[in-house]
């Protein structure tokens, strides 16, 4: 039986997919911040589509509510935050985590996020507010003003090599998957910090799975640094990351940062036996 996508967690035969599915999900997929606004043919090559098809699936998606258009360019449209808004209802990872993170917040005044891995990017699926890490300034007498990095906001997606939490993530690997993944995608250079080489890359990895922590320093923006711990189940599975973001200034401190460490360290030792 022939099977489609033999790299897909969940392969099945070509008889029982759905390719206008597919198609029309592609074409979502090809909107992100470096193109929120599409025509036809900059869709039809980034969904590897023929302009005929891509055509089709973007009329569909517009006449669906998905897509915005003013007849030549189109644009997601709020219709889609119905998909994310109810996976974040109702899945159980973000609801199971986000006591744990306001609580880090309230107690360290620093931001918090919970991340998984989707193929080449990383995807925050709970994160501490804002309004939660302010809170905690007149209890604490600390007037520091939290770290705000661009972009780190709940369902945001950030390259995977270049993050404390997709470095967690990807030395949780078994080899072969990591060789896999190594071998499928590039380590494009975000700023001047940020390791490129593929040698290199492995040895961070390799830190990583000795250390059980990541620390990457304006590696994705310049003025951020993040550190990084995993987030296992009951069985030793890697399911998540946790992590910290703060300035240089922060975590550059010994003693901060190896305070921060033991904290996020307890909280997911906690969260073990509900993961």
């Known amino acids: 039986m022939t099977r489609l996508d033999s790299a897909s967690p969940f392969p099945i035969a070509k008889a029982d997919m759905i390719e206008g599915l597919a198609k029309g ?9 470096e193109r929120q606004r599409l025509n036809i043919t900059l869709a039809a090559s980034r969904a590897g589509l023929s302009r005929a098809a891509a055509r089709r699936q973007l009329l569909t998606l517009t006449h669906l509510g998905y897509l ?12 889609v935050l119905r998909l994310s808004g109810s996976y974040l209802a109702s899945a159980r990872l ?11 917040a309230v107690q360290t005044r620093e931001w918090f996020s919970a991340v998984v891995l989707d193929e080449r990017e990383v995807v925050i ?6 309004v939660d890490a302010l ?12 770290l705000r990095a661009y972009g780190l906001h709940l369902g945001a997606r950030l390259p995977a090599h270049a993050t ?33 080489d593929p040698a290199q890359f492995r040895a961070l990895l390799d830190a990583v ?27 030793g599975h890697t399911v998540a990351a946790l992590n910290v973001v703060a300035t240089p200034a922060r975590l550059q401190r010994a003693a901060a940062r190896r305070e921060l460490l033991a904290t996020m360290a307890e909280a997911a030792m906690e969260l073990r036996g509900s993961l």
């Not at 809170?135 to 939290?146: E, H, N, Q, V």
């Open 25 to 33: 999900l592609a074409v979502l997929e090809s909107f992100d911040t």
């Open 68 to 79: 915005e258009t003013d007849g030549s360019h189109y644009w997601l449209s709020p219709r």
């Open 94 to 104: 973000p609801r199971l985590l986000q006591p744990t993170l306001n609580r880090l």
């Open 125 to 130: 699926v709970a994160r501490s507010g804002f």
């Open 135 to 146: 809170s905690s300034a007149s209890a604490t007498g600390d007037t520091r003003p939290p």
């Open 164 to 196: 404390s939490t997709g470095r967690v993530l990807l030395a949780a690997m078994e080899p072969a998957a990591l060789d896999h993944w190594l071998a499928a995608q590039r380590l494009p250079r975000l700023t001047p910090r940020t390791t490129t």
């Open 209 to 235: 799975r000795r250390d059980d922590y990541c620390v990457a320093s304006e590696e994705h923006e310049a003025g951020v640094m993040a550190m990084a711990v995993p987030l296992r189940n009951m069985h």
